[in-house]
């Protein structure tokens, strides 16, 4: 059982509240937790206690270093508890999260197994169909000469290529985009209008896609008498077997949500965080427009650096440790702040400067190195630079209108609406 209690009162990133204010007083705080050595904060007070307990609170990393050394130990650093601060039922949590709910060597035998959709070759066939789908979401909306960029732009891609990856038919995508806005914006007025049956709203979401993936895995499960590399991942999963056991639907299901929440919200907010900063530093937007493809690669990596998509992602202590200059005992909540560690000023020049042309660039956006790094990282970088480079070939002055309209979450670094306009 954790012993440690909350005894600062320094400025809290675990609480929504601290992401929806003014992007200075955000950054001014992050700056000043790194300067400090990691301290034990307040966690969200639960809204149904009787299923949730409001738990003790976690110690907030930001430091760079401390984020390498905490995400290469997962043998102390463990995921299996839980990914969020919240103590969710472990039943639950694995019903949503999958793999990344667990320790090696669970971890390991999923991950090698689902791997199996992330190959070159995979990525390959996967990226044709990102070019297809950004010309066709560029279609819609531009004669409109105007748009929410978050909704019209931005959602529409990355939504549709996981569909694609797991052989979801077209008919389906706005019932999974649905569903996926209420399980990670479930804290978010917008997206579930009664906070008190958040918990309840999450898990309908959570059996909406549970249920259609079934489905689709059971229909294919019958029509299929084998599986190559060239068909669809669900295809390629229900006939896949680890240590002589097939994946039960179930698996698939939860592998399903997995990808569904990891592979949108991440790349969606980078693409919107993208124009966000490319509006308010327009000489950089010049730079990358004269060379696409040459200054595509390390202007995403910026991106995805500054955006930070996934705030934090918690570990839970296996035994006592050391870490950022402090004892941490067994047992204890710790997050890792990647966002702060991507403005770490011991590690990036300039790390408020949104620089296109910025290499090295070590961020920790796609998470640090470590069993979990992040399975979808090349594929959602190809999306950013085929979404990018379709927008700024067809709408080159496009330019962000509004300021963004924060989403309410200390878990995803996320824009709900971001207006966009072009002549
Ligand atoms: C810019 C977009 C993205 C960002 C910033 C991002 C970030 C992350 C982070 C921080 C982690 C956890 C790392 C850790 O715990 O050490 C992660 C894991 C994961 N991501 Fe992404 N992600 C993005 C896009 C995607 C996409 C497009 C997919 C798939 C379609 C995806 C699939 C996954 C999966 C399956 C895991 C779990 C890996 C494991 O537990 O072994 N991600 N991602």
Redesign the pocket.
């Known amino acids: 059982m954790p012993t440690t209690e909350v005894t600062s009162d320094a400025p809290n990133p675990i609480l929504a509240e601290f992401w929806v204010r003014d992007a200075q007083a955000i950054e001014d705080d992050l700056a000043a937790l790194r300067s400090a050595p990691p301290v034990f904060l307040a966690e969200e007070e639960s809204q149904i206690p009787d299923i949730i307990p409001t738990g003790p609170g976690g110690w907030v990393i930001t430091r760079h270093a401390d984020i390498l050394e905490a995400?290469k130990n997962p043998q102390v650093f463990s995921?299996a508890e839980g990914?969020t601060m919240l103590d969710t039922p472990m039943e639950f949590a694995e019903f949503f999260s999958?793999?990344?709910v667990?320790d090696d060597p669970r971890?390991a035998r999923l991950?090698k197994l689902?791997s199996a959709g992330?190959t070159p070759r995979k990525l390959n066939q996967l990226i044709e169909g990102v070019q297809v789908q950004a010309a066709q979401i560029v279609d819609n909306v531009i004669d409109q000469g105007e748009c929410d960029f978050v909704v019209d732009l931005a959602a529409r891609l990355?939504l549709k290529?996981?569909c694609d990856?797991m052989g979801i038919p077209e008919s389906e995508i706005d019932t999974v985009f649905d569903h996926t806005n209420v399980i990670l914006g479930a804290g978010d007025p917008e997206y579930v209008a009664d906070v008190d049956d958040a918990m309840g709203a999450i898990l309908n979401a959570g059996l909406g896609l549970s249920g259609l993936m079934t489905e689709i895995a059971e229909k294919k499960d019958a029509d299929s008498t084998g599986a190559t590399e060239d068909d669809d991942l669900t295809t390629i999963l229900v006939n896949a077997e680890v240590d002589g056991e097939k994946l039960s639907y179930a698996d698939i299901a939860s592998?399903f949500i997995?990808?569904v929440v990891?592979?949108?919200e991440?790349?969606r907010?980078?693409m919107a965080w993208g124009l966000h900063h490319l509006t308010q530093n327009p000489e950089q937007k010049a730079i990358w427009q004269a060379d696409l493809d040459g200054v595509g690669p390390t202007a995403v990596e910026e991106i995805?650096r500054i955006?930070?998509?996934?705030t934090y992602?918690r570990r839970t202590t296996l035994e006592d440790t050391h870490l950022g200059g402090t004892d941490i005992p067994a047992g204890d909540k710790v997050a890792?702040f990647?966002i702060a560690a991507n403005r770490d000023e011991d590690v990036f020049e300039n790390p408020y400067a949104f620089d296109v042309k910025r290499n090295p660039n070590p961020h920790?956006?796609?998470?640090?190195p470590?069993?979990?790094?992040?399975?979808?990282?090349h594929?959602?970088?190809r999306?950013?630079q085929v979404m990018y480079s379709e927008i700024f070939n067809r709408m080159p002055n496009i330019r962000a209108t509004s300021e963004p309209d924060l989403l309410s979450s200390s878990f995803i670094h996320g824009i709900k609406h971001l207006t966009a306009r072009w002549d």
């Open positions: 995400s995921s990914i999958s793999m990344i667990m971890h991950r689902v992330f990355p290529i996981v990856l592998f997995l990808l990891a592979g949108n991440t790349t907010n980078s995805v955006a930070s998509p996934v992602m890792l990647y920790v956006g796609f998470g640090g470590g069993p979990h790094f992040c399975l979808g990282a594929l959602a970088r999306q950013i």
